[in-house]
């Protein structure tokens, strides 16, 4: 059974990081393009970041939204079979369930039409 699980969210005050984990059931993360998104309450669900498959020739092409780059970053551990998103200098705005997803490829992946979603984690910014 395919499965994706978030795990490392939590409630932390302005400026502080965090580290979210997507950690893949029954398939091998490296062999897909593994997107990060939330949604907070009210609001519609918003693209983060992607990491596209790896390849004989080269490893997956990170991609980070302009409304988070320098802040969020994207990495994965084939050996954990783990995508980790690196949240920085959180803001309340940041609030949101995050969510990862993962499909084929990272082509208009800020649309959000992954076939396969995680549960979410909740992230919580508040002082």
């Known amino acids: 059974q395919v499965q994706l699980v978030e795990s490392g969210g939590g409630l932390v005050q302005p400026g502080d990081s965090l580290r979210l984990s997507c950690v893949a059931y029954?398939?091998?993360?490296?062999?897909?393009?593994i997107g990060w998104y939330r949604q907070a309450p009210g609001k519609e669900r918003e693209g983060l970041s992607c990491i596209s498959r790896d390849v004989p020739t080269r490893v997956g092409t990170k991609y980070v939204a302009d409304s988070v780059k320098g802040r969020f970053t994207i990495s994965r551990d084939n050996a954990e079979n783990t995508v980790y998103l690196h949240l920085n200098s959180l803001k309340p705005e940041d609030t949101a369930v995050y969510y990862c997803a993962a499909d084929s490829t990272c082509v208009d992946y800020e649309l959000g039409y992954f076939g396969s979603w995680g549960q979410g984690t909740q992230v919580t910014v508040s002082s």
């Open positions: 029954g398939f091998s993360l490296e062999y897909y393009a």
